[in-house]
């Protein structure tokens, strides 16, 4: 194991790129850090530094260009020497402290993992991109067609300020990439019933996004002399219709051809209806639909995550207030689904607004689901020297990333994260005791060396 990579990592981990929960753009206590982190990047990859161009947006973005010495063979064709995109973010949501039996920022190494905020999303991937051109460039490595890389600051608040602008400076230019490849879903281990054997689940199409604020007014008083109807009354008949009437099931070719590919890992009458989904129709989203995990993957789900009312137990609320978020699924876009809202509630008291930014669903590219698009074959020859033996399936990312802001910059968008990830280890993502072992952190930089050796 490098253990220069392994301290390197440790001292980004240190860095306290979290974002208060009071900050905004422009606060210098909360950017700091951000340019804490940019700084520590050029400091600590020299060579890569001195062959790269290193363009800084702000705080939340900084982008690398890597020339490509345009020694392309001649029978390749535009997709094999365009340029490649790979995207990370260096911000972390915040932890919990008092809940964490580490401290969150303090990249403590205890039985061959290290624990801390960003260990697994995903200062893991960036360190490893860096560590990567590092060491390709004092080995004298030049890549034969330029490799971009481009690392947010502020993913985890919806990349607004880091991704969508740079995205934006990046279309100005008129470039256009072979393919990106951004975080994403993981080497499945012991986390789809009935496949003992893990996964490389490789995300080509991406979820929407959306939250809306329901609310309903009434007039305020004491709670002697309630109203006939109360405004939670009114919003609780909202969320129950909502409830009853879920989205209809949907199958995506990203999604048909996991389910297909994984009948191939399976057996018996559990392959066959995985491997004929779309022909078995109804029964086959009765069979998958039974479990949360694929359920999400077949139709556009809705969470009720927060409710609000009185500040006190014998006032009566001028609002009551609920938050739902949708993760959307083609063909729904935001302004359909909030057009579907309105409708299922059918009650003119209930207000419907959207309570953040909402992103409609990217969908796969031509031919992406097949493996046969630009990127599978650099993709899956990375997993295959790091992996063997592993089978890579296409999949959907259920959460939001980065590369949605990039989407008009290449047809082809990729989203997988290198680790090898059993339920407990994935829970720890946004929780609490975030680790990740040295083999995983190993694997990372592995891959992330084969990947751009092809490029």
Not at 68 to 94: F, Q, W
Not at 303 to 312: H, V
Not at 432 to 450: A, G, K, P, V
């Amino acid at each position: 194991m490098n253990h220069d990579f392994i301290e390197h990592f440790r001292t980004a981990l240190r860095i306290k790129t979290d974002w208060p929960g009071n900050a905004k753009a422009g606060d210098n206590t909360a950017e700091k850090p951000l340019v804490d982190f940019q700084n520590y990047l050029a400091e600590t990859f020299p060579c890569f530094h001195t062959y790269a161009e290193r363009t800084v947006f702000s705080p939340y973005s900084i982008a690398y260009r890597w020339p490509g010495t345009g020694n392309i063979p001649e029978k390749t064709g535009a997709a094999d020497s365009a340029p490649v995109l790979l995207l990370g973010h260096y911000d972390v949501v915040p932890a919990e402290t008092i809940k964490w039996s580490f401290d969150p920022f303090g990249a403590e190494l205890k039985d061959d993992y290290i624990y801390g905020r960003g260990a697994l999303d995903m200062k893991n991937i960036v360190i490893s991109l860096m560590e990567s051109a590092e060491i390709l460039c004092r080995n004298g490595f030049k890549p034969k067609r330029d490799i971009w890389i481009v690392l947010g600051g502020d993913e985890e608040r919806t990349g607004l300020l880091g991704a969508k602008k740079t995205a934006e400076w990046l279309e100005e230019k008129g470039l256009q990439f072979s393919f990106i490849l951004d975080e994403g879903t993981p080497i499945a281990k012991d986390q789809i019933k009935g496949v003992n054997k893990p996964l490389a689940l490789v995300g080509i199409e991406e979820k929407g996004f959306l939250s809306l604020d329901l609310s309903v007014d009434q007039k305020p008083g004491h709670a002697s002399q309630p109203p006939e109807e109360q405004s939670a009354a009114i919003l609780s008949r909202a969320l129950l219709r909502i409830s009853q009437q879920p989205f209809p099931w949907h199958l995506t070719p990203a999604v048909e051809a996991f389910f297909r590919q994984l009948g191939l890992q399976s057996s018996g009458t559990t392959a066959f209806v995985m491997k004929h989904a779309r022909m078995l129709g109804p029964l086959f989203f009765k069979a998958a639909g039974v479990s949360p995990a694929t359920k999400a993957l077949l139709r556009t789900t809705i969470a009720m995550t927060q409710l609000e009312g009185s500040s006190a137990d014998n006032v009566l609320p001028s609002t009551v207030k609920a938050v739902i978020n949708l993760r959307l699924l083609p063909p729904w876009t935001t302004e359909k689904v909030i057009e579907r809202i309105k409708t299922v509630i059918a009650d003119d008291r209930v207000s419907v607004t959207d309570h953040s930014l909402g992103t409609d669903p990217v969908e796969s590219g031509p031919d992406q689901e097949t493996g046969n698009s630009p990127g599978w074959k650099e993709i899956k020859g990375a997993l295959g020297n790091v992996f063997a033996d592993i089978p890579v399936l296409p999949f959907l990312m259920l959460a939001t990333t980065d590369s949605r802001h990039y989407q008009n910059l290449s047809k082809y968008i990729f989203r997988f994260s290198p680790m090898l990830l059993n339920p407990e280890e994935l829970s720890r993502i946004h929780g609490h005791d975030e680790r990740i072992s040295l083999e995983n952190l190993e694997h990372c930089l592995q891959f992330y060396t084969n990947l751009m050796e092809q490029l």
